[in-house]
């Protein structure tokens, strides 16, 4: 069983940065396909990057990308996603999830472990 932790989210301001942390309590991602979603408020969840546990591959959401950085922290054995250039429509729950799968990691059901999420607030 894998329990995941995200960590790092908070209030900031437009323009601000942040950086999202996800642990795997007792075990490394490094292993794992990592996906991080959002849900804001009256909103579906969403995906907003994936990075691949075959070759790499990376995805982003449109709206994030150029903005956000997914990658993985080896040697903390977390993986993060900084967020650069935060705007009013990032506010968010943030979750990050996990698949030991090895495919196209855009929805839901690719993903059999879940973060608690982190509440990421943009406002001035």
């Known amino acids: 069983q894998v329990q995941l932790v995200e960590s790092g989210g908070g209030l900031v301001q437009p323009g601000g940065s942040l950086r999202l942390s996800c642990a795997a309590s007792g075990s490394s991602l490094e292993d794992y396909a990592i996906g991080w979603f959002r849900q804001a408020p009256g909103k579906e969840r969403e995906i907003i990057s994936y990075i691949s546990n075959l070759d790499g591959y990376i995805y982003y959401k449109n709206s994030v990308e150029g903005r956000f950085t997914v990658g993985r922290d080896n040697e903390k054995k977390t993986v993060f996603l900084q967020m650069t250039s935060l705007e009013s429509e990032d506010t968010a729950v943030y979750y990050c999830?996990?698949?030991?799968?090895?495919?196209?990691?855009?929805?839901?059901?690719?993903?059999?472990?879940w973060g608690q999420g982190t509440q990421v607030t943009v406002s001035s």
């Open positions: 999830a996990a698949s030991s799968r090895k495919g196209w990691g855009l929805a839901e059901r690719f993903y059999d472990y």
